[in-house]
């Protein structure tokens, strides 16, 4: 459906320049549409030109919602009426990617944020009045690392290491644009990792640094409930040392975040905890695979994405078990679930490349 390959033919590197590139899908609340981003490569200016694409789950028909833009991420609204979205211009005009809403029942995007640095990652408040985003905060030595003085402790870190690896700060917004972002927890969250609201929308589960590590030492994140509105901090209790990127279950009373196997860091699991964080259970233990994504169904079962020898396929966790969804794919990509439990989701056969499915 978007792939540019003329199929039942023998691939040659021309065709390689005809790839596009299928982007993470959103699928809306109510199932009924998806929104993908479609990347084109311009030889010519040496970059990759982004649409945001509406696709009608029932019908397949296509409508461009956005053209020729750098694409980072891009959100439904909890009622479907809004999609949030960060981008930058791909001529590179406008150097730093901000957040913007574009209203879906017509009318230009918004632009909320004006961030030197840019916007990093974003999520709805449940009551889709706000949205809590991360920017990187400019480093209090600038001026010095403009002029050359940019030395640093390497500490645990390989010799090779540049630069300190940077964190960000955390805010709101409102999403009507109306006044300014406002810090969530001051600026010392150091986050490294995504975040979610709580279902009362007054506190944020963050993927942060606990003070004292290095920015450098990712194995050493954690997930915390920080409060909107004093920003105090409550742990969230750990399976292994590494916790992150929470997200909530369609009905509120749950949490899944992604954490280290605690015999194989290098191997992801997922953990399900109470809407309070509390009471982990680790869901993903009878898979024993390494998982590249997951999204919560209705029941609050798991859809997740993890490697299966040379394939990559869909399992449904449920109460400590796994059941593999079967599909004729080589490779599928991270799920994005609608209420009624229909997925979206990027996949690709032997002799296909990817597409949205």
């Given at each position: 459906?978007?792939?540019?390959?003329?199929?039942?033919?023998?691939?040659?590197?021309?065709?390689?320049?005809?790839?596009?590139?299928?982007?993470?899908?959103?699928?809306?609340?109510?199932?009924?549409?998806?929104?993908?981003?479609?990347?084109?490569?311009?030889?010519?200016?040496?970059?990759?030109?982004?649409?945001?694409?509406?696709?009608?789950?029932?019908?397949?028909?296509?409508?461009?919602?956005?053209?020729?833009?750098?694409?980072l991420d891009y959100e439904w609204s909890p009622n479907g009426a809004s999609l949030a979205y960060i981008a930058a211009s791909a001529s590179g005009e406008q150097k730093s990617p901000q957040l913007f809403v574009l209203p879906m029942n017509g009318g230009e995007p918004l632009q909320?944020?004006?961030?030197?640095?840019?916007?990093?990652?974003?999520?709805?408040?449940?009551?889709?009045?706000?949205?809590?985003?991360?920017?990187?905060?400019?480093?209090?030595?600038?001026?010095?690392?403009?002029?050359?003085?940019?030395?640093?402790?390497?500490?645990?870190?390989?010799?090779?290491?540049?630069?300190?690896?940077?964190?960000?700060?955390?805010?709101?917004?409102?999403?009507?644009?109306?006044?300014?972002?406002?810090?969530?927890?001051?600026?010392?969250?150091?986050?490294?990792?995504?975040?979610?609201?709580?279902?009362?929308?007054?506190?944020?589960?963050?993927?942060?640094?606990?003070?004292?590590?290095?920015?450098?030492?990712?194995?050493?994140?954690?997930?915390?409930?920080?409060?909107?509105?004093?920003?105090?901090?409550?742990?969230?209790?750990?399976?292994?040392?590494?916790?992150?990127?929470p997200i909530r279950s369609l009905d509120g009373t749950r949490l899944a975040y992604a954490f280290a196997n605690p015999a194989g860091t290098m191997q992801t699991e997922v953990a399900i905890a109470d809407a309070r964080g509390a009471h982990p259970q680790w869901a993903s233990k009878?898979?024993?695979?390494?998982?590249?994504?997951?999204?919560?169904?209705?029941?609050?079962?798991?859809?997740?994405?993890?490697?299966?020898?040379?394939?990559?396929?869909?399992?449904?966790?449920?109460?400590?078990?796994?059941?593999?969804?079967?599909?004729?794919?080589?490779?599928?990509?991270?799920?994005?679930?609608?209420?009624?439990?229909?997925?979206?989701?990027?996949?690709?056969?032997?002799?296909?490349?990817?597409?949205?499915?």
């Amino acid at each position: 459906m978007l792939a540019a390959i003329v199929l039942g033919s023998t691939l040659t590197l021309a065709d390689l320049r005809n790839l596009v590139n299928v982007g993470q899908p959103r699928i809306s609340p109510d199932g009924t549409r998806i929104a993908v981003s479609i990347g084109r490569r311009n030889f010519d200016k040496d970059l990759v030109e982004n649409d945001l694409v509406l696709v009608n789950v029932r019908s397949h028909a296509q409508r461009k919602l956005l053209r020729n833009l750098r694409l980072l991420d891009y959100e439904w609204s909890p009622n479907g009426a809004s999609l949030a979205y960060i981008a930058a211009s791909a001529s590179g005009e406008q150097k730093s990617p901000q957040l913007f809403v574009l209203p879906m029942n017509g009318g230009e995007p918004l632009q909320l944020t004006e961030e030197k640095n840019g916007v990093e990652d974003f999520v709805w408040r449940p009551d889709g009045k706000e949205l809590a985003y991360t920017a990187q905060p400019e480093a209090p030595n600038q001026k010095a690392l403009d002029h050359g003085e940019d030395t640093f402790n390497v500490t645990e870190e390989a010799w090779t290491e540049q630069s300190t690896t940077p964190t960000d700060d955390l805010y709101e917004i409102s999403a009507a644009g109306i006044g300014k972002p406002r810090h969530v927890g001051n600026n010392s969250l150091k986050v490294v990792g995504g975040f979610t609201y709580a279902a009362d929308g007054r506190s944020l589960f963050v993927t942060r640094l606990p003070p004292g590590s290095s920015p450098n030492q990712y194995l050493d994140a954690e997930i915390v409930n920080v409060r909107t509105r004093d920003g105090s901090v409550t742990p969230v209790p750990k399976l292994s040392s590494t916790q992150a990127d929470p997200i909530r279950s369609l009905d509120g009373t749950r949490l899944a975040y992604a954490f280290a196997n605690p015999a194989g860091t290098m191997q992801t699991e997922v953990a399900i905890a109470d809407a309070r964080g509390a009471h982990p259970q680790w869901a993903s233990k009878s898979l024993d695979r390494d998982v590249a994504g997951f999204d919560f169904a209705p029941h609050n079962a798991l859809i997740v994405a993890a490697n299966d020898r040379a394939r990559r396929r869909f399992f449904v966790l449920s109460n400590g078990t796994h059941s593999a969804i079967p599909l004729a794919l080589l490779q599928v990509g991270p799920p994005s679930v609608a209420r009624d439990g229909t997925i979206a989701f990027v996949g690709a056969r032997e002799n296909r490349p990817n597409d949205l499915y």
